[in-house]
């Protein structure tokens, strides 16, 4: 996972191999874990209003970010508009953020059943029935929040515009 640029050390600290993670939020951890995750392909208001309100669901929020492949497998050959390694550096920097790590599955189940964390936080854009990892989650005693969706603030929405704009 690299773009070429070096990231600065702080950022690195923050994302971590998978390896990694399970090390320092696993299960025998000594603190309330949040996890929460995502394509994060172009970060917006709607992202950072999430993660901001996820990180004060507990005492650390470790966010999932699905590696170039699985986002090109869940959103089709053009995405992602970032490679993983910048999508990463840009939610590491986040003060919310705690660590970042990426997974190569098209959904976290399996990070979910390793790590186990307490809270697992979705967008209003889903229920907890359409969550695939759901069984994952509740296996470990965690639970899940969905907090509220903003409209007209995603991705998808956000190149619409972008793209409507170029027609012009």
Known sequence: MSSGVELPEVLGRKILTREAAQVEYGPS???????????????????????????????????????????????GSGRPLQPEIDRAACLAALECVDAVVVFDEDTPAKLIAALQPEIMVKGGDYTPDQLPERDAVEA??????????????????????????KER
């Open 140 to 165: 470990g005693g965690g639970s899940i929040v969905i907090l509220r969706y903003i409209e007209g603030l995603s991705t998808t929405e956000l190149l619409e515009k972008a793209y409507r704009m």
């Open 29 to 75: 951890r000594e603190f309330r874990l949040v996890f929460t995750n995502g394509c994060f392909d172009i970060l917006h208001r709607g992202h950072v209003q999430l993660l901001v309100e996820a990180r004060q669901l507990g005492d650390r929020l470790l966010v999932g970010l699905n590696s170039d492949g699985s986002t090109r497998r869940l959103k």
